[in-house]
């Protein structure tokens, strides 16, 4: 039955009062309404970054400036819900709804609060409304239909029917329409029905190109023989297959709806004048003036405007044939040798290329021309030296080139180089991260390359390469990451012709960077990939093209007149053309008689200006005087430290940086320290998301349009599921959860590892698990970078006598410790205890406190230390026979795949694990065991055995030394009891539940303390993470999957959640006390681009398993699939692509 609204009369005058008060709206020009879009945007920003804190904040404000706008309302109420904090959600939308009664979408935001409160009448009511107001809201009538069929009343799946038959009315060839009303006519038994909708989809196969006809027949054939359940419960087989196309994903982008999708936020006013979505209008009265630049002595063939180190001026830096000049400052010149060789011909426009080799914020240079290879390591701002020989080998420094690059090809971290030989294929170096170059092979199918381009071209994360040869010949190879070769040549569009000059950005502000192409006949052209394939469009042509040949011809992308759309400039020897971008079609500015290499705010007012050289060498300085006073913004992106990171280069070269003023958007590639953003009328940027080289996303807030230095923030993207139990008053947080399964990673930079098939144990305390309603509550949440595959989950209540303690064993060691609980007595505090360097570290030790051993040095990478030690007393009174454990609870920061792999390149120390050490009677330590392992991931408690470690007469000492990351919180000795008289039941959960739950938050004390997630509160339940692509278990019960060992697993992504109740057994008996163990059976694998097939969920784990090694393929064709088919009908129907976290920032045009 419908649900009506009913309010109190009295109630209804008092709202109405409240209304009809509200209706004073700021004018436009006011400073009121300044405010309040500057506070409405920055909300919608922070939203679409995933920061719901400051958008709640930002939303509230809107609402206090201007509560009668129902936009803020509505999405302040969106917010809420998003963080389950589903009362407030309720009384916002409730206050949306009475400003604006008639707005369809926000009845659509309020059913979903009401569906999530569990109350489907209410919801269903107003999804009734909704689409009585928009007849054409795809999302809301999808949405009715499903909660109309879930009523089970008699014609409740008629009505369901009926309702997509309205949407296919707006939208006839909507696959997922057409998909469920093939399922609804099955379930009704109306064959006639079906057939017509088979047909449809049918029809719709040749342009999806892939095979359908099975899946399809099969649905036909057992509707025809009248079999129309079997009809019924074939269709998720059809939908698995439909799945995989975009055509489908984009039918379900537009019916689909979610508390957790930002498409759901308002971004345009309701009552308020909206401000323009469009950059601001084009500057065509901007004009450049020149002016003469001394550097050096003599004509320059080659000048370039560069940044030396992360905060100094631009330093101009000029080549002829046989010198360099470097001037960092004005006045100030420095001559080096440049390897011009003894040819006539003109340098390449990439003759020179600044890198940050050896990770000390500073640019050196690589100078690569006919003569030769030099590398220039700048010592101080200014000052080189020529480390040449000490950094490359003979051969290569002696080749002749064209042009260098620098690039992270192999995504560790540090900036690999590509020089382009005058004759022959390029030469590929690999920085081995100890100031030291190595051959790589990469593009041997190139010939005399000439130009470069690295940057993520099919918006899959890792960036691609396309290269440009001499005979203007363009080949653009995909980054297949860990595949063999990793560089894969992606077929192109015959009709490009040849190509003098390319570069990269995202010209059709779709998220997405471009390939633009200068081609030979003057035509500038966008090259796009998206997931149906390539795509061109024209941008510009330029009249007359000089014939100037691929080698010496430039093209930039840049704002030049700050108004929020990047423009084109094109440069040959003969002169230089530019065209800003402009609506219908771009303005060309003056024509340019000289030859342009560089585009840089150099006089410092916000600005781009050009560098050029004359015909005659001389080089200039050609000042931006714009006509516009638009804003902009300098955005500085930067490693946060030299030690203990290293997960990015230095500059964040390669990465991608994201902003949005108000709705304007811009994509731009971070290439060098400065990112310059014109944002036209905006003074602010409301957000810049940062996407780092190494795949992690940090958004900033509220940026003045001036410059702006960013620091990485140093957070785990990998750490496994986190496990979170009741603890009698609210959840909290446990420990981390199968941390030894990891799928594809390299062990501590010693090769791959094996898939790791093991039962992980974890210890929680009986104070940390207290039944609720005779049940016990655990949840394990996806939080970080990951897909988790769980195959089993159980409790082992353990009952122990009063006196006694019980541990597991949570250590990482290959092979993994058999599993086990522990009876000891009381621990035992040890006497003292110090570091490597003799301080007193008792106090630290003691207890569990989160103080923690701190005290060591951090090496050059994440996870790596200097070599250190914690050396304990045990104290006087440790026996000397029997059996003895140190017990030691810390945690460590671990490496991840893509260090492992930067240190194993060099010369560097590789990291292990714990030694145990003890006293040798002779003044000097024995080694007991050389590997120990190390501590599971954070908080967590090893259980080393003392018993027969010590040698007679030797002091009870003991000594931790290993070169990680590990941070001891307690270490202390117990005796053990291993006939201790322990009770232990293994139960299985009464229920199992996967669901989408978001993001918890997470503080961090220090550096050297752990992330600690706070499960009270949701940061957000959009995206943080570039997803995994492939097949995920869908919401609700799950048991089935995880009450044995048998390969049927739960999938879990980012953001999900899986809700256990265990029963809780009664009470122990008197003169025992109760704790638990989590069991847990799966594997994890990150998605860091040097985890093998780390942009996938195939392949798929399973037992038995030897290596990770098999590349993904088709999902019929994996064996661990095969082992279970019936699992991707009834479970695994979640197919998830990293869309939503993609276009997050782009404004909807549509709305």
């Given amino acids: ?93 409730e206050e949306a709804r009475m400003l604006a009664p008639e707005n369809g979408h926000i009845q659509l935001v309020s059913a979903l609060v009401e569906r999530e409160r569990g109350r489907l009448d209410a919801a269903t009511e107003h999804l009734r409304r909704a689409v009585e107001l928009d007849p054409r809201s795809l999302q809301a009538l999808y949405l009715l239909a499903q909660l109309v069929e879930q009523e089970g009343r008699s014609g409740s799946t008629l009505e369901a029917q009926q309702l997509i038959d309205r949407m296919l009315a707006v939208q006839p060839g909507n696959l997922v329409a057409l998909l469920e009303r093939a399922r609804l006519a099955a379930k009704r038994r109306d064959l006639e029905t079906l057939r017509q909708t088979l047909d449809r989809i049918g029809a719709r196969a040749d342009s999806l190109s892939f095979p359908l006809i099975a899946e399809l027949g099969a649905v036909r054939t057992a509707g025809e023989a009248g079999d129309l359940g079997r009809a019924a419960t074939l269709i998720p087989f059809l939908q698995t297959v439909l799945q995989l196309q975009p055509a489908y994903r984009d039918d379900e982008e537009a ?35 020149a002016e003469t630049l001394s550097v050096g002595e003599g004509p320059a063939a080659w000048v370039h405007a560069l940044w030396l180190s992360e905060e100094g001026p631009l330093a101009l830096v000029t080549a002829s044939r046989g010198t360099l000049w470097i001037s960092p400052e004005p006045g100030q010149a420095e001559a080096f040798a440049f390897p011009g060789g003894a040819s006539a011909s003109p340098l390449s426009p990439s003759a020179v290329a600044p890198v940050d080799y050896n990770y000390d914020f500073r640019m050196d240079l690589v100078l690569a021309g006919p003569g030769g290879l030099r590398l220039l390591r700048q010592d101080d701002v200014g000052a080189f030296t020529d480390v040449t020989g000490e950094a490359v080998a003979a051969a290569i420094a002696r080749a002749a080139y064209a042009g260098a690059w620098a690039a992270d090809l192999d995504m560790e971290g540090d900036l690999d180089l590509v020089l382009a030989r005058v004759e022959g294929g390029p030469v590929v170096l690999r920085n081995r991260g100890d100031g030291t170059f190595e051959a790589y092979p990469a593009f041997a199918s190139v010939a005399r390359l000439r130009d470069f381009v690295w940057a993520d071209l099919d918006a899959d994360g890792d960036p691609d390469a396309a290269l440009l040869d001499a005979a203007g010949r363009l080949l653009v190879f995909r980054n297949g990451r860990y595949r063999v070769p990793q560089f894969q040549a992606y077929p192109l569009p015959d009709t490009l012709g040849s190509v003098h000059a390319i570069a990269a950005a995202d010209m059709n502000q779709d998220a997405t960077l471009d390939l633009i192409l200068l081609g ?89 200006d050009l560098i050029a050289v004359s015909s005659e060498g001389q080089a200039l300085l050609l000042t931006n005087q714009g006509t516009k006073d638009y ?46 953003f014109g944002t036209g009328e905006h003074p602010l940027v409301d957000v810049a998301r940062i996407i780092w080289p190494n795949g992690t996303v940090q958004p900033e807030f509220n940026l003045a349009a001036a410059n702006e230095t960013i620091l990485t923030r140093q957070r785990l993207k990998g750490s496994c599921p986190w496990v979170f139990a009741f603890d009698g008053e609210k959840m909290q947080f446990v420990t981390d959860f199968i941390w030894r399964t990891a799928l594809g990673l390299r062990i501590n930079a010693q090769g791959n590892a094996a898939v790791i098939h093991a039962e992980d144990w974890i210890k929680i305390r009986g104070d940390q698990l207290v039944p609720r309603d005779g049940f016990y509550d655990v949840r394990i949440t996806a939080d970080l970078w990951e897909t988790h595959f769980f195959d089993h989950v159980a409790l082992m209540v353990v009952d122990h006598p009063e006196g006694t303690e019980v541990f597991v064993d949570e250590r990482f060691t290959l092979p993994a410790p058999t599993p086990a609980v522990h009876a000891m007595q009381p621990l035992r505090p040890v006497a003292q205890a110090w570091d490597h360097a003799g301080r007193d570290v008792t106090a630290l030790i003691r207890a569990r406190d989160e103080r923690f051993v701190d005290t060591f040095e951090l090496g050059p990478y994440q996870g790596i230390a200097g070599e250190h030690y914690v050396e ?12 003895l454990w140190l017990v030691a609870s810390g945690w460590v920061y671990p490496t991840d795949a893509s260090i492992n792999v930067a240190v194993s390149q060099g010369d560097n120390r590789l990291p292990h694990g714990l030694q145990l050490e003890v006293p040798d009677g002779q003044g000097g330590w024995a080694i007991v065991e050389a590997d120990l392992g190390f501590p599971a991931g954070k908080t967590k408690t090893m259980l080393i055995d003392l018993q027969d470690a010590f040698r007679p007469g030797t002091p009870r000492h003991v000594r931790l030394r290993t070169n990680m990351e590990i941070y001891w919180d307690r270490i202390a000795w117990a005796v053990g009891q291993p006939d201790a008289p322990i009770t232990t039941r293994r139960i299985l959960p009464a229920t199992a539940e996967l669901r989408y739950r978001g993001f918890s938050e997470v503080a961090q004390a220090s550096r050297k303390a752990p992330e600690l997630p706070n499960y009270s509160t949701i940061t957000t339940t959009a995206p943080l993470w570039r997803d995994l692509v492939g097949f995920y278990t869908r919401f609700g019960d ?114």
């Fill in 520 to 608: 030979a006949d003057g035509t500038l052209r966008r090259l796009s990939l998206n997931e149906s394939g390539w795509e061109t469009g024209v941008l510009a042509r330029w009249p007359d093209f000089p014939t100037a040949g691929v080698a010496s011809t430039r093209l930039f992308v840049a704002d030049l007149d700050n108004n929020g759309d990047l423009d084109l400039v094109a440069s040959t020897p003969q002169g230089s053309r530019a065209w800003l971008s402009a609506e219908p079609e771009p303005q060309h500015l003056p024509p340019i008689d000289v030859q342009i290499t560089s585009v840089a705010d150099i006089s410092g007012d916000g600005r781009l």
């Fill in 631 to 676: 804003y902009s913004a300098s955005i500085r992106p930067r490693a946060a430290q030299t030690t203990g990171d290293r997960r990015i280069n230095s500059f964040g070269i390669g990465g991608e940086i994201e902003v949005r003023a108000g709705l304007l958007y811009q994509k731009q590639l971070i290439d060098g320290p400065v990112v310059h």
């Fill in 1038 to 1151: 799950v048991r089935p999957l995880n009450e044995a060992v048998d390969d049927r697993y739960t999938i879990m992504n980012a953001g999900d959640e899986l809700a256990l109740r265990f029963p809780a057994p009664p009470p122990p008996r008197g003169g025992s006390t109760r704790d638990y163990v989590l069991i847990g059976d799966g594997w994890v694998k990150d998605g860091d681009y040097n985890t093998g097939f780390s942009t996938t969920v195939l392949p798929l784990p399973y037992h038995g398993m030897s290596d990770y090694a098999r590349p993904p393929g088709r999902l019929e064709d994996d064996p661990a699939y095969r082992l279970h088919p019936e699992d991707w009908r009834d479970f695994h129907t979640r197919y998830v692509t990293p869309r939503d976290f993609h276009r997050a920032l782009v404004p909807k045009r549509d709305q």
């Fill in 1 to 93: 039955m419908r649900f009506a609204l009913h309010l109190p009369a009295a109630l209804l005058l008092v709202l109405g009062a409240t209304a009809c008060g509200r209706t004073d709206l700021p004018d436009p020009s006011s400073p009121a309404y300044r405010e309040t879009v500057a506070a409405f945007y920055r909300g919608v920003a922070a939203a679409q970054a995933g920061e719901s804190g400051l958008a709640a904040a930002a939303f509230q404000r809107v609402t206090e400036l201007v509560p009668g706008e129902p936009a803020g309302w509505a999405d302040f109420g969106l917010i809420a819900l998003q963080r389950r904090e589903l009362e407030q959600a309720a009384e916002r939308l």
């Fill in 872 to 883: 304990v007393a045990l104290g006087d009174d440790v026996p000397t026979e029997g059996p």
């Fill in 255 to 289: 019916v689909l709806t979610s508390p957790s999708r930002t498409e759901l936020l308002l971004t345009r006013f309701v009552r308020l004048p909206a401000p323009s979505a469009e950059s601001a209008p084009a500057d065509t009265g901007l004009m450049f003036v």
